[in-house]
């Protein structure tokens, strides 16, 4: 596609659930980041991948974040046992190499 | 730790106006200086600015990289009411795994 794609845009949970969520980068784009938005809050960047390398996951806010990249595709992330105060827009962005460009978001709700 | 602060906050003015928004930065081993525009959800990309491109201008946009200062202006002349948004500054650091760091946003809105 012409565009970072994310799915689902809206995703409603129950507090205690998992989630996934998905991010398509632009085609040929090596870096991959993740980045979380409160409402009425800035950007707080959560992980970033680069090509092979190993990932920079210094922002995931706890161990029930994960998340994922095959090669430099597609990228997943995990949230386990949601809390209410997980519950924002999450962020995808991609580049090769600068500037990102971001997707359109999945707003996250937990019930 | 990296850090980006934006000023003002937030800002209300009326269409024609010229406003400045500001951005200063504390980064270790800084690459560049991106603003982005966000309306929604997604930030859209205004400017990149490093040391061998320092000013950038399309249209009624045009933005200053002070590396001496360590900060950047972003201008907006004649405004619009599609010019309200949240303006992101965001500084490029590091060494061979690039950080990205935000600030908070300054919030522009634009009255009729």
């Known amino acids: 596609g012409a565009g970072v794609s994310q799915s689902p845009s809206n995703k409603v949970t129950e507090k205690g659930k998992d989630v996934e969520l998905r991010c398509d980068p632009i085609?040929?784009?090596?870096?991959l980041y993740w980045y979380r938005q409160r409402l009425g809050q800035g950007l707080e960047f959560l992980i970033y991948?680069?090509?092979?390398?190993?990932?920079?996951k210094s922002g995931l806010p706890s161990d029930r974040f994960s998340a994922e990249r095959t090669g430099e595709s597609v990228s997943t992330l995990t949230i386990q046992r949601t809390q209410q105060e997980d519950s924002a827009v999450y962020l995808c962005?991609?580049?090769?190499?600068?500037?990102?460009?971001f997707g359109p978001g999945t707003r996250l709700t937990v019930l | 730790e990296d850090k980006v602060v934006q000023s003002p906050l937030s800002l209300v003015v009326h269409e024609g106006d010229t406003v400045t928004l500001n951005c200063s930065y504390e980064v270790t081993n800084f690459r560049s200086l991106l603003w982005y525009k966000q309306e929604k959800k997604a930030p859209t990309f205004l400017f990149m600015l490093t040391s061998s491109g320092i000013e950038k201008k399309s249209g009624r946009l045009s933005s200053i990289l002070d590396k001496k200062e360590l900060s950047s202006i972003l201008n907006i002349t004649a405004t619009q009411t599609g010019d309200s948004a949240i303006y992101l500054c965001a500084v490029v650091s590091g060494g061979s795994n690039y950080k990205l760091t935000f600030g908070k946003g300054t919030l522009l809105t634009v009255n009729p």
């Open positions: 085609s040929g784009h090596t870096a």
């Open positions: 962005a991609s580049s090769f190499p600068y500037p990102p460009f």
């Open positions: 991948f680069q090509g092979n390398s190993a990932p920079d």
